[in-house]
């Protein structure tokens, strides 16, 4: 049998990419650094039971971005993705 | 009447704001609809969620991501919890939260996993157990602003007793179809015998791949995993399959 994956879609780290970059970021796309895939970051394997949360490819499993927030600072590591592309309203 | 188009946060930062629960209503054995009042909500999407969080007063906080039930409504804001046993945010949401109580919420987020009424493609909504919630406010939207955009619904449930939305969905809309699939236990003379969904349900209660639907799955991980493996497996565009796992 199977184990049961114990992530999440991109999508249940919106709140907490939303109050940092200030917009939604579940449409923004990224390019994952390891293996170049393209995707949404609500298409991303987000893993929030750790201290932090931690975005993964879905592709390759490599980690795309890591979000900590200590008591006074968050702490960001996005070196997992060549770009992140944001779409603009008019 | 619901609004037919929701006004998004302009330059408003996403921020935590008090909710008081007006009113709570048994969805099913396990699950509680919370109805809560929200001033300055500035609306939602249908598919959307929010952000919980519960401080103690010893300061520990803790917070969970909830979909919202309900079509946009003023400054109402439904949430349907289904209590986890071994939850430590859900029973206190749908055991001990009384009305008047308040609470931090946070939202609405996520513009991915939407419907949004100018959408015209067929629609299929694939569910299981509590991954219903969001995609009933995709239906309570679709009722509120009149679509006539085709829905079909596959809903997974452990057993008729732990169904959401009994009544309403018995009620039914035109143009929405829904198939019910038992995994553990289905009524007498059910014609399928209790189990997982698979091809023959997902080909049989949703769109073929050549009407080009937008799927919306929702549910645990395993469910999602295995529903939309079905649909790409049938041939539907892993584009069009939008997924939403819960913890």
Sequence with gaps: MTPTPDFLDGNAAAGDLESLFGTDMTMASGQCHGCGRQMMLAETHAYLGGPGTVLRCPGCDGVLLRMVRSAHDMWLDASGLDHLRLPVSA | ?247
């Design chain 2, 1 to 247: 009447m619901a609004r037919a188009t929701v006004p998004r946060r302009l330059g408003e930062r996403l921020r935590w704001r008090t909710a008081r629960l007006t009113r709570r209503e048994d969805e099913s054995s396990l699950a509680r609809t919370l109805v809560l009042d929200v001033p300055g909500w500035p609306g939602h999407e249908a598919g959307q969620h929010v952000d919980v969080r519960l401080t103690a007063e010893d300061g520990y906080s803790t917070q969970r991501s909830y979909s919202v039930a309900s079509a946009p409504d003023g400054e109402t804001v439904e949430l349907t919890v289904q209590r986890t046993d071994d939850g430590e945010v859900s029973p206190y949401l749908t055991d001990e939260l009384t009305v008047g109580d308040l609470v931090e919420l946070r939202g609405p987020v996520g513009g991915w996993f939407v419907w949004r009424p100018e959408q015209k493609e067929p629609v299929f909504l694939l569910a299981g157990g509590s991954g219903l919630v969001p995609l009933m406010a995709m239906i309570r939207m679709r009722r509120a602003v009149g679509s006539r955009t085709p829905f079909r619904l596959i809903y997974s449930a452990r057993s008729p007793e732990t169904r959401l939305f009994t009544s309403e969905l018995r009620r039914g809309d035109p143009g929405l179809d829904t198939t019910y699939v038992y995994t553990r236990s289905a009524p007498p003379q059910w014609p399928r015998p209790a189990g997982r969904i698979d091809a023959s349900v997902v080909s049989g209660g949703g769109w073929p791949p050549d009407f080009e639907p937008t799927c919306y799955v929702c549910g645990s991980t395993a469910f999602v995993e295995t529903a939309a493996g079905l649909l790409v497996a049938l041939g539907h565009h892993p584009g069009r399959v939008r997924t939403e796992r819960f913890g």
